[in-house]
């Protein structure tokens, strides 16, 4: 599994931006996939997850609102939708895909789960 992110940019505090992590290789629509970002100097952080079927999603809280994370598995490409961005969303974003399904949401949350990574998209917030 290869996964492509794009989507990054620069934008103002208050705008949108639209992330997406498209597959190349094996149908994504049996992975759970997730978002995570490593701001500047700090470490890698869990944002949203969505598990493979779209049915359950989660957030972290200071994304909660104002994130959205979807999934179109007939175009093997899961989407992060951002809006009302701030200056301290700033950071690269990395999506990921895992193979695994635990019965207990908050594995999603653990950067360990995951099995595949995309390359990173640089997303830049100006005050």
């Known amino acids: 599994v290869q996964l492509q992110a794009s989507g990054g940019g620069l934008v103002q505090a208050g705008g949108s931006l639209r992330l997406s992590c498209a597959e190349s290789g094996r149908s994504t629509s049996t992975y759970s996939m997730a978002w995570f970002r490593q701001p500047p100097g700090k470490e890698r952080q869990f944002v949203s997850a969505?598990?493979?079927?779209?049915?359950?999603?989660y957030y972290t809280d200071s994304v909660k609102g104002r994130f959205t994370i979807s999934r179109d598995n007939a175009k093997n490409t899961v989407y992060l939708q951002m809006d009302n961005l701030k200056p301290d969303d700033t950071a690269i974003f990395y999506c990921a895909a895992t193979r695994a399904r635990p019965s207990d949401g908050s594995h999603y949350y653990r950067p360990t789960v995951y099995n595949f990574w995309g390359q990173g998209t640089q997303v830049t917030v100006s005050s």
């Open positions: 969505i598990t493979w079927n779209g049915v359950n999603t």
